[in-house]
C-alpha cells in the first residue's frame, strides 16, 4: 500500500508518497525518511498503486491509532492551501509539546498462542516476527498515558451555588458575608486563596457549605450539583431557538452586556446532552473568568482548559481527557481549536472579531479558517463582528444572523468625545472632562478604565536638537520603560540604558513623547494621589497569574483606576467600571494599513462597552479628529451603519470582503537588492493575474527595516487567496530570501 504523508515541521505545501506492507489509518503518525533522517509525518491519503514520485518506505508506525478524524485532516489541509506554511505544521498543532515524553507505548495479546499477555512496545520489537503478530491482528497497540502523567496535588475550589439573588433569605454572620461577598467577585477560587483574602477560618467555609450557599470540589468536576440557572429574556429565549433551527453556522451579533453569554451557555446546554462543546476566548487571560461561569451553570460536567501557558504535563492530561471524550467542555484561546476533541457537537466563538484569533507566527493562519470546514454547529458572537461575517450573513445570507438590540436591563454609555484642538488639559495626556469624570467615578466609590494604545512611555526625543532615540536594528523609535529604567524596542526586542547624553548634541535633557501605558499612569499618580492605579498591557501578557492578581483586585474595588492597552478591550465584565476614557486614537485610526479605521472602530465599541456593565456608564474618547466617522460612529455605538458605510467604500475598492487580500514581505540585508527581486517577483505575480485582480507595490510596510534587514511589502488582490500561496511557494524557491506571506482577513 501506498501513503502520502505530510511531513512535520517542512514549510512547503508538498505531500510526499511512501510505501508500507502494513495497513496505517488515515491521520495516523509514522516515522519516515526525509532529507537524510528520520522525521514524523502524517498519513493524509493512500493508494494501491505505485506513485511516479515514491519519496521511500515507512520506517515506523508511532500509536498505531490515528486521533484525527477525517473531516478534521480535511479542514488542516483547507486551511494549509488557503494560508500556506506547510502541511504538516498544521497537524503538528493537533498534538501537544512533548506529547511523545508523556505515554508508554503497549502491546496486549489478542491471542492465547503468545507467551505474554502485555509488554511494552519496546519489548515486543525485540521478537523477529512482531510486525507478523501486528499485520495478523494478534496484538492490540494502544498508548497509556496514565503512566507517566505526574497526578496533581488535590485542591479544593469553592463555588457560589445559589444564585445571589437569593442571598438575602439567609442569617449570615459577618465573618461568612465577607466569604460570600469575595465568591460574588472570584468564583472557582482556591480554598487555600479564599481563606488568605478573606482572613477567615476553615470552619467558616464549612459552615457556608452545610447550609447549601458554597459548594467545594476537586477539579476535574465530575459530581452531580445543582445548576445556577438564569432566566431569559424573550429577545433571549429568541436567539436561542434561531439558532438551534439554523441550518448554518450562526452569526450572533449583539452590545456588550446584551447577555450573549447567557445565550451560549442555554445552547450548550441542548448540544451537551449528545456531544462535546470547544468555546473559544481571544485571550487566555479570559478563561478563568469563563470556566467560572460555565463550572456554574454546568457544575456536574467535566471542564477543560488548554492554552499554552500550562506545563507540558498539563496539556498532554488535558488534551488525552479531550481524545477520550472525557472533557465535556473545553474552553481555550485559537491553539485550542486543533485538539481533536472527541464527539465535538458544538463550537463558540467568543469575541469573534477579535485580532488574537489571528496567528501572528508561522504558520499564518485565521481561526475562522480551520472552522470553516468542521462539520458542527458553530457560533460566532461579538458586539462588533468581523466584516466578513457580517456581510456573510447580513447580505449574502451564507450565515444565520440573529441580532439583540439593547443591553441587558442596562442603558448603552454615554459617550462623550473630547475635541483635544479646543479643550483644556490637566496634564500632558489628560483633558479636563476625562479628569471630572474619573474624579466623579472613584469618589462615588467605582472604578475607571483608561485606555490607550501603547505601553511604556512612547518615545524619547532630545529637547534641544529633536533627536528621537531609535533602534539600531530596526525603524522603529525606542520606548522607555520605567520599571527597567531602560529603553527598549517593542519589535525586536533590543534594549539598553538610558543614556545621560544626546549623541548627537550631548545635551542631557529628554523628554517622553506619545502616550504610553507607564506615562499616563504617572500623569494619573500625580493627578489623584493615594488612589490605587493599575496597569494591564503587553509586558505582563505572557504572565496569567499577575493578570489575574490585577483583575481580582479591580473587581474587589482594590484598583480605582486601570490604564491598559488592547488587553482591557477583550471581554472583561467587572460590574465596577462606571468610566472608559480613549487616549491616542487618532493614531490608531491613520495607521497605514487597509483594516485600521475598522479595527479601531471595533475596539472603541468595545472599550465603551467596558463601562456601565450594572448602571449606565460613562465614556469620554479624547480626539483631535472627532469628525472622522470613525468616531463619529462609535459615538452613536452605530454598528450597522458604519459597518454598512464601511461595505459600500470596500466594494468600490475592491477590498475584502469582496476579493481576498494577500500580503508578501520580502526582506533582505541589501537594501538595492530587497528592492529589486521584490520587483521582480511583482512582475511574475502580475502574469498570474485575472480581470478583477490587481497586485500593489513593492513598497516600505510600516516599518521598513526590522532586525537589519529593509522590508518590502507586495499586496494582492484575488478571487482566489489559495492560487497565490501555492505560487508564492514557487517565489520562495526561484527568489531566495526572507519571505513571510498571510492572508489579510476582516
Known amino acids: 500500500m501506498y501513503y502520502q504523508v505530510a511531513i512535520s515541521g517542512h514549510t512547503l505545501n508538498t505531500l510526499y508518497w511512501y510505501e508500507s506492507s502494513e495497513i496505517i489509518e488515515i491521520g495516523e503518525r509514522v516515522l519516515v525518511p526525509f532529507k537524510g533522517r528520520k522525521v514524523v509525518g502524517y498519513i493524509v491519503n493512500r493508494s494501491e498503486y505505485r506513485p511516479e514520485d515514491l519519496t521511500g518506505t515507512v520506517v515506523e508506525r508511532l500509536d498505531f491509532v490515528s486521533f484525527l478524524e477525517d473531516w478534521r485532516i480535511r479542514a488542516l489541509l483547507y486551511a494549509a492551501e488557503k494560508h500556506g506554511g506547510g502541511y504538516g505544521r498544521y497537524f503538528d498543532l493537533c498534538f501537544p509539546p512533548k506529547f511523545d515524553d508523556y505515554y508508554v507505548l503497549f502491546v496486549e495479546s489478542q491471542s492465547p498462542l503468545l507467551n505474554f499477555e502485555r509488554v511494552t512496545f519496546e519489548e515486543f520489537k525485540k521478537l523477529s516476527n512482531y510486525k507478523e503478530y501486528i499485520r495478523n491482528g494478534l496484538v492490540r497497540i494502544y498508548k497509556d498515558f496514565d503512566v507517566k502523567i505526574p497526578k496533581p496535588r488535590e485542591e479544593y475550589y469553592v463555588y457560589l451555588k445559589i444564585s445571589p439573588a437569593n442571598l438575602h433569605s439567609y442569617k449570615l454572620t459577618s465573618a461568612q458575608s465577607k466569604v460570600v461577598n469575595y465568591l460574588l467577585l472570584n468564583e472557582g477560587i482556591r480554598l487555600s486563596e479564599l481563606l488568605e483574602m478573606t482572613n477567615v477560618s476553615r470552619d ?5 457549605k452545610n447550609k447549601g450557599i458554597i459548594l467545594m470540589t476537586t477539579e476535574p468536576v465530575s459530581q452531580n450539583r445543582q445548576a445556577v440557572g438564569v432566566q431569559l429574556s424573550d429577545e433571549q429565549r429568541n436567539s436561542v431557538n434561531e439558532i438551534k433551527n439554523a441550518e448554518k453556522d450562526t452569526l450572533l451579533l449583539g452590545p456588550t452586556g446584551s447577555g450573549k453569554t447567557e445565550i451560549y451557555l442555554e445552547v450548550m446546554r441542548m448540544y451537551l446532552s449528545t456531544g462535546r462543546v470547544l468555546y473559544l476566548v481571544p485571550e487566555i487571560s479570559l478563561t478563568e473568568q469563563t470556566l467560572a461561569r460555565i463550572k456554574r451553570r454546568f457544575p456536574d460536567l467535566s471542564i477543560g482548559v488548554y492554552h499554552s501557558y500550562l506545563t507540558d504535563a498539563k496539556r498532554v492530561e488535558v488534551w488525552t481527557g479531550a481524545v477520550k471524550g472525557d472533557i465535556d467542555v473545553l474552553v481555550g484561546p485559537r491553539s485550542a481549536v486543533f485538539v481533536p476533541i472527541k464527539g465535538l457537537s458544538l463550537v463558540i466563538v467568543d ?3 477579535d485580532e488574537s484569533y489571528f496567528n501572528s507566527s508561522e504558520p499564518f493562519y485565521w481561526t475562522h479558517t480551520i472552522l470553516q470546514n468542521f462539520p458542527v454547529k458553530v457560533i460566532y458572537g461579538s458586539a462588533t463582528p468581523s466584516l466578513k461575517h457580517y456581510y456573510l450573513a447580513r447580505h449574502i445570507k451564507d450565515m444565520t444572523l440573529t441580532v439583540l438590540t ?10 462623550s468625545v473630547v475635541d483635544m484642538r479646543r479643550e483644556r488639559k490637566v496634564s500632558s495626556s489628560i483633558s479636563e472632562s476625562l479628569y471630572e469624570e474619573i474624579k466623579k467615578a472613584i469618589e462615588d466609590g467605582k472604578s475607571a478604565l483608561v485606555f490607550t494604545r501603547r505601553k511604556g512611555f512612547s518615545r524619547v526625543q532630545c529637547a534641544v536638537c529633536g533627536f528621537v532615540l531609535t533602534c539600531p536594528h530596526c525603524d522603529v523609535s525606542l520606548v522607555y520603560h520605567s520599571d527597567s529604567e531602560k529603553l527598549k524596542c517593542h519589535v525586536c526586542g533590543y534594549e539598553e ?16 513623547k506619545g502616550t504610553g501605558t507607564e506615562k499616563i499612569e504617572r500623569e494619573l499618580k500625580l493627578l489623584f494621589p493615594g488612589r490605587n492605579i493599575g496597569r494591564l498591557d503587553a509586558e505582563i501578557a505572557d ?18 483606576i486601570l490604564v491598559g492597552t488592547k488587553m482591557v478591550t477583550k471581554g472583561l465584565d467587572i460590574y465596577r467600571i462606571a468610566v472608559v476614557g480613549v487616549i491616542d486614537v487618532d493614531a490608531l485610526i491613520s495607521y497605514p494599513d487597509v483594516n485600521a479605521p475598522l479595527r479601531t ?33 462609535a459615538q452613536r455605538q452605530d454598528i450597522h451603519g458604519y459597518y454598512e458605510s464601511e461595505l459600500q467604500l470596500r466594494k468600490a475598492l475592491n477590498y475584502p470582503p469582496f476579493s481576498e487580500m494577500v ?9 538595492e537588492v530587497g528592492l529589486e527581486t521584490a520587483e521582480v517577483a511583482v512582475s511574475k505575480i502580475e502574469s ?3 480581470e478583477n485582480e490587481e497586485v500593489l507595490g513593492p513598497t516600505e510596510p510600516p516599518i521598513p527595516k526590522i532586525m537589519n534587514k529593509y522590508r518590502y511589502q507586495i499586496v494582492v488582490k484575488t478571487q482566489d487567496a489559495r492560487k497565490i500561496i501555492r505560487f508564492s511557494e514557487e517565489l520562495k524557491r526561484d527568489l531566495p530570501g526572507d519571505w513571510q506571506v498571510r492572508v489579510v482577513d476582516v
Open 204 to 208: 467558616v467555609v464549612i459552615q457556608l
Open 351 to 353: 469575541e469573534e472579531h
Open 406 to 415: 439593547r443591553r441587558y436591563n442596562v442603558e448603552l454609555p454615554h459617550v
Open 497 to 512: 540604558k538610558l543614556s545621560l547624553t544626546c549623541p548627537r548634541c550631548n545635551s542631557g535633557m529628554f523628554i517622553d
Open 543 to 560: 504572565e496569567p497569574e499577575k493578570i489575574k492578581q490585577t483583575l481580582d483586585k479591580l473587581r474587589e474595588g482594590k484598583i480605582d
Open 601 to 633: 472602530f471595533q475596539l472603541l465599541v468595545q472599550v465603551v462597552g467596558r463601562s456601565g456593565r450594572s448602571e449606565k456608564g460613562i465614556a469620554v474618547i479624547q480626539t483631535y479628529n472627532p469628525e472622522h466617522p470613525v468616531i463619529t460612529y
Open 663 to 671: 500580503e508578501l514581505i520580502y526582506a533582505n540585508s541589501n537594501k
Open 688 to 690: 498570474l493575474l485575472s
